[in-house]
């Protein structure tokens, strides 16, 4: 049995009036992800830095140095890697429905982003958290704030007692469910084959059974072949092609996925989710059609932006490849950090600001 603690919120049950229907109905943690036995002091007790998780289970916990370092699939992997039904990486809708939330109730959360004083907010640099002893032994960063000891603006609903704690800064969050791949012409984008956020009908699980081309997961009721020429990437770092699936398998066009692998699944989207190439630019405006709609995330830039992004920057560089979205920025991006922040990163994960991640839970 894994062992893991964490505290979680739900993201309730709403009505989008950008996307004019209701979403929500998952748990998110509280906290950034960190390992098991990690203190202020020491973020890898339990994993070496930069290591595969092998079966230690993501925790999520106040006060503590936060997981850093990982890729998409090693994420992926500690998320399952807990026990019981649901659990996943955060997807970038999400995400995007975090924001939709925020947007709705008419706050959106400061954080631990400030340029030049350490563990504070940009936006107000009498919020300060407590310091990231770890990082700062390190020599990584003296800026970083531990996770979840900051104010009440620190999190998404401005509430200590049941926020999500350090969406906008602190470190760059990665998540599953959004793609650029820049090694076709023209560039396109992957979304999630579905918008289902549930336990039965979302495109993303842990398999329950693998085997020579199929991957099955008995928590699922999925339509009838809705995922036919899908693509499928798993917490193996493996890609593969969906030929047809049932209302609980997967049906490959060719391999051997790994036993209780964790997977997303993936659909095409025959447009550039980034117009914009820039090592770092404020956003001026967010997809208003399209697939893009529904995670909030850039597609032009301007150096006199509209003040509803905050100044949030845009990061998008070629990679040659397909490239992880991350969001959020980090400590010490001042007012280029915040929840529309949006980066697109190397799926190989890595650095002592990147590879930051919360665990969600379906049900």
């Given at each position: 049995?894994?062992?893991?603690?964490?505290?979680?919120?739900?993201?309730?049950?709403?009505?989008?009036?950008?996307?004019?229907?209701?979403?929500?109905?998952?748990?998110?943690?509280?906290?950034?992800?960190?390992?098991?036995?990690?203190?202020?002091d020491?973020?890898?007790?339990?994993?070496?830095?930069?290591?595969?998780?092998?079966?230690?289970?993501?925790?999520?916990r106040?006060?503590?140095?936060?997981?850093?370092?990982?890729?998409?699939?090693?994420?992926?992997?500690?998320?399952?890697?807990?026990?019981?039904?649901?659990?996943?990486?955060?997807?970038?809708?999400?995400?995007?429905?975090?924001?939709e939330?925020?947007?709705?109730y008419?706050?959106?959360?400061?954080?631990?982003?400030?340029?030049?004083?350490?563990?504070?907010?940009?936006?107000?640099?009498?919020?300060?958290?407590?310091?990231?002893?770890?990082?700062?032994?390190?020599?990584?960063?003296?800026?970083?704030?531990?996770?979840?000891?900051?104010?009440?603006?620190?999190t998404?609903?401005?509430?200590?007692?049941?926020?999500?704690?350090?969406?906008?800064?602190?470190?760059?969050?990665?998540?599953?469910?959004?793609?650029?791949?820049?090694?076709?012409?023209?560039?396109?984008?992957?979304?999630?084959?579905?918008?289902?956020?549930?336990?039965?009908?979302?495109?993303?699980?842990?398999?329950?059974?693998?085997?020579?081309?199929?991957?099955?997961?008995?928590?699922?009721?999925?339509?009838?072949?809705?995922?036919?020429?899908?693509?499928?990437?798993?917490?193996?770092?493996?890609?593969?092609?969906?030929?047809?699936?049932?209302?609980?398998?997967?049906?490959?066009?060719?391999?051997?996925?790994?036993?209780?692998v964790?997977?997303?699944?993936?659909?095409?989207?025959?447009?550039?989710?980034?117009?914009?190439?820039?090592?770092?630019?404020p956003?001026?405006?967010?997809?208003?059609?399209?697939?893009?709609?529904?995670?909030?995330?850039?597609?032009?830039?301007?150096?006199?932006?509209?003040?509803?992004?905050?100044?949030?920057?845009?990061?998008?560089?070629?990679?040659?490849?397909?490239?992880?979205?991350?969001?959020?920025?980090?400590?010490?991006?001042g007012?280029?950090?915040?929840?529309?922040?949006?980066?697109?990163?190397?799926?190989?994960?890595?650095?002592?600001?990147?590879?930051?991640?919360?665990?969600?839970?379906?049900?």
């Open positions: 049995m894994a062992v893991f603690e964490t505290t979680m919120t739900l993201i309730p049950v709403f009505y989008s009036d950008t996307w004019g229907e209701y979403v929500g109905g998952f748990y998110v943690d509280r906290f950034l992800a960190c390992q098991p036995n990690a203190t202020a020491n973020a890898f007790p339990d994993v070496p830095y930069l290591s595969d998780p092998g079966g230690v289970a993501a925790s999520s106040p006060g503590v140095s936060p997981w850093v370092g990982l890729s998409v699939a090693s994420a992926m992997k500690a998320a399952v890697n807990r026990d019981g039904r649901g659990w996943h990486l955060m997807t970038a809708y999400e995400w995007s429905i975090i924001i939330f925020c947007k709705k008419g706050f959106f959360p400061r954080g631990n982003d400030h340029a030049t004083i350490p563990a504070a907010s940009a936006d107000n640099s009498d919020e300060r958290g407590l310091i990231d002893r770890f990082a700062a032994a390190q020599g990584w960063t003296t800026k970083r704030a531990l996770p979840g000891t900051g104010p009440g603006t620190w998404h609903n401005n509430d200590a007692s049941s926020g999500v704690y350090d969406m906008c800064g602190m470190c760059h969050k990665i998540m599953m469910g959004l793609v650029r791949d820049d090694s076709s012409t023209p560039v396109v984008g992957y979304v999630l084959a579905n918008r289902k956020t549930d336990l039965r009908g979302s495109p993303y699980g842990k398999a329950t059974s693998t085997g020579t081309s199929y991957i099955t997961d008995t928590d699922k009721a999925w339509t009838t072949n809705e995922f036919a020429g899908c693509l499928v990437h798993t917490s193996e770092n493996a890609w593969y092609t969906v030929a047809s699936n049932t209302s609980n398998t997967l049906t490959l066009t060719s391999g051997t996925p790994a036993a209780g964790a997977y997303c699944i993936y659909k095409l989207v025959n447009a550039d989710p980034s117009p914009v190439i820039t090592t770092g630019s956003i001026a405006s967010l997809w208003s059609s399209g697939e893009y709609l529904y995670y909030n995330i850039p597609n032009s830039t301007s150096s006199n932006p509209p003040p509803q992004y905050g100044g949030d920057y845009l990061v998008c560089t070629t990679f040659g490849g397909r490239a992880a979205v991350s969001r959020g920025g980090r400590e010490g991006f007012n280029q950090a915040g929840l529309y922040y949006t980066a697109y990163t190397s799926w190989s994960g890595g650095g002592i600001n990147s590879g930051a991640f919360y665990v969600c839970r379906a049900i």
